[in-house]
């Protein structure tokens, strides 16, 4: 079955970086778009960034564009996000999601929490 596990996450001040993971397993990895989501307290799931299969086609949110990097390795079937000049509102619990034949699969997430 579809499982995919985020790790990375913690908290860290305001300017710090964090790096996530989420190892994908249960698909072939390498034939889909990744994504990465982020939900705080109260508010909706935002797109945080998604990656094209070979690792090109990248596109970020605004609030994230310049400090957040999204990568892959299909080698290790493993999606990151490099999240560097962290503000205290990028404050989320932050998912990965692959969609298969229409249906969106998500992975437990990773709290993030960036104090000022």
């Known amino acids: 079955q579809v499982q995919l596990v985020e790790s990375g996450g913690g908290l860290v001040q305001s300017g710090g970086s964090l790096r996530l993971s989420c190892v994908a397993s249960?698909?072939?990895?390498?034939?889909?778009?990744m994504y990465w989501y982020r939900q705080a307290p109260g508010k909706e799931r935002e797109l945080v960034a998604t990656?094209?299969?070979?690792?090109?086609?990248?596109n970020y949110a605004d609030s994230t564009k310049g400090r957040f990097t999204i990568s892959r390795d299909n080698i290790k079937n493993t999606v990151y996000l490099q999240m560097n000049s962290l503000k205290p509102e990028d404050t989320a619990l932050y998912y990965c999601k692959v969609r298969i034949s229409r249906r969106d699969y998500w992975g437990q997430g990773t709290q993030v929490t960036v104090s000022s």
């Open positions: 249960g698909f072939i990895f390498s034939s889909y778009v």
């Open positions: 990656i094209g299969i070979a690792g090109g086609g990248t």
